[in-house]
């Protein structure tokens, strides 16, 4: 299926296209040989988006054969009511219909089918996850903050620079954002040194602050409010920047990454692990809160999906641009579902343990 063909379908054109070969290195390759007839599987039930990924082994990595995403406001208007409504429960089972199709189409048999922030937070959470079951026969399994880290950080490690000490990863959801000081052991292995999760994300500043029209004065009210939460984390884990980058997973990376780059449409191939200076980034999000709504709706690199979300994400990577002032960032096209392939990869020992 093309590209042409998801966006037809709803479908996103972000992800990684059918048959790309994402290796471990982080670097996509022009060919490896797949191993053995394992296909697997990995969806990510987030708060804003429903994302599936499907892979089979290679040797030295995995090979996408088929992907999904797409917006679905999964935890719209949970800050007022605390439950997961009849027409989010509708697009979301409508999303998962067509990733349990995938999953059948490609004989999947190696799954990991999680949720995320709006599972964990809303009360009929236990009513949500039966009536997809019944709807779909997807069992969501709702991880918990911790773990939603460590898949980040798997997924996205292969682009810590080589030659560096390590990162701070920050993953910006749609409900909450994940902050993790990863360094390098003596033998180079990437290690979580210490993590963090904070209950906002862009959905949850966009719905409180607005996102259609933010001013400047409610622009700093949304990174004030972020740096409250993240203020402890690095005072306690902020110290000692030498040799690390900041390492961002999000679309709101991605989103200034693409027009930073003036694409006319978003490329992940051009995105996923390319640099951006503090000064690119200051550039980019001047110029995108310069924009109205309209116009940033139109923008090819955002869309009308994410023209009210996008300013709420730059605040919350802005509050930890401030508490972490590190002059590179590397942007992450990958995450929590790239996590769970390798996981599931190396626990069947069709890949190497880092």
Same mark, same amino acid.
């Given at each position: ?6 966006l037809?379908?709803g479908t ?5 296209p059918?048959? #790309?070969i ?5 670097e996509?390759?022009? =060919?490896?040989a797949?191993?053995g007839d394992?296909?697997?599987?990995a969806?990510?039930? &987030?708060t804003n988006?429903?994302?599936l990924l499907? /892979?089979?082994p290679?040797?030295?990595g995995f090979?996408v054969v088929?992907s999904f995403s797409?917006?679905?406001r999964?935890g719209e208007g ?9 027409? /989010?429960l ?14 059948r189409?490609?004989k999947?048999r190696?799954?990991?089918l999680?949720a995320?922030? /709006?599972?964990?937070a809303a ?8 009536r997809?079951? *019944?709807?779909?026969?997807?069992k969501?399994?709702?991880?918990d903050?911790? @773990?939603?880290a460590?898949?980040a950080v798997i997924?996205?490690s292969p ?15 749609g409900?909450?954002?994940?902050l993790v000081r990863i360094?390098?052991?003596?033998d180079? #292995?990437?290690?979580?040194r210490?993590? =963090?999760s904070?209950p ?7 719905e *409180?602050f607005?996102?259609?029209?933010? @001013?400047?004065?409610s622009?700093?009210?949304?990174v004030n409010?972020? +740096? =409250?939460?993240?203020a ?10 030498? $040799?690390?980058?900041?390492?961002g997973?999000s679309?709101?990376v991605?989103t200034? #990454?693409g027009?930073?780059?003036d ?5 992940r ?6 640099w951006?200076? +503090?000064?690119?980034l200051?550039?980019t999000?001047t110029?995108?809160r310069?924009m109205s709504? *309209? ?8 869309g009308?999906e994410? +023209?009210?979300?996008?300013?709420a994400?730059?605040?919350i990577?802005d509050a930890?641009?401030? +508490?972490f002032?590190?002059?590179r960032?590397r942007?992450?096209?990958r &995450?929590?579902?790239?996590?769970m392939?390798?996981?599931m990869m190396r626990?069947d020992?069709?890949l $190497?343990?880092a």
């Amino acid at each position: 299926m093309n590209d042409d063909t998801r966006l037809r379908d709803g479908t996103l054109p972000r992800g990684d296209p059918p048959q #790309a070969i994402v290796a471990i290195t982080g670097e996509e390759q022009p =060919m490896a040989a797949p191993i053995g007839d394992g296909v697997y599987a990995a969806l990510d039930l &987030g708060t804003n988006n429903c994302r599936l990924l499907i /892979a089979r082994p290679t040797s030295d990595g995995f090979r996408v054969v088929d992907s999904f995403s797409r917006i679905i406001r999964l935890g719209e208007g949970m800050a007022a009511t605390g439950k997961i409504s009849d027409a /989010a429960l509708a697009r979301a089972i409508s999303a998962l219909g067509i990733c349990r199709d995938k999953i059948r189409t490609r004989k999947a048999r190696r799954l990991r089918l999680i949720a995320t922030e /709006a599972c964990r937070a809303a009360s009929n959470a236990n009513e949500f996850c039966e009536r997809v079951q *019944h709807a779909t026969g997807i069992k969501l399994e709702v991880i918990d903050r911790e @773990t939603e880290a460590k898949l980040a950080v798997i997924g996205c490690s292969p682009l810590i620079d080589p030659n560096g000490r390590g990162a701070i990863l920050f993953d910006i959801g749609g409900g909450s954002s994940e902050l993790v000081r990863i360094e390098r052991d003596p033998d180079g #292995a990437p290690r979580i040194r210490a993590w =963090m999760s904070i209950p906002l994300g862009v959905v949850t500043l966009a719905e *409180h602050f607005g996102g259609k029209v933010v @001013t400047a004065d409610s622009y700093a009210t949304m990174v004030n409010e972020v +740096a =409250m939460y993240v203020a402890p984390f690095a005072a306690e884990h902020g110290g000692d920047l030498a $040799g690390m980058h900041l390492l961002g997973t999000s679309g709101t990376v991605t989103t200034l #990454a693409g027009l930073h780059l003036d694409l006319v449409r978003y490329d992940r191939r051009r995105i996923d692990g390319i640099w951006m200076s +503090a000064g690119d980034l200051d550039a980019t999000i001047t110029r995108l809160r310069g924009m109205s709504y *309209h116009e940033r709706a139109q923008n090819h690199c955002i869309g009308s999906e994410r +023209a009210d979300l996008v300013l709420a994400g730059c605040a919350i990577l802005d509050a930890v641009r401030a +508490a972490f002032p590190l002059q590179r960032l590397r942007v992450a096209d990958r &995450g929590l579902r790239e996590g769970m392939l390798v996981e599931m990869m190396r626990e069947d020992g069709v890949l $190497g343990v880092a």
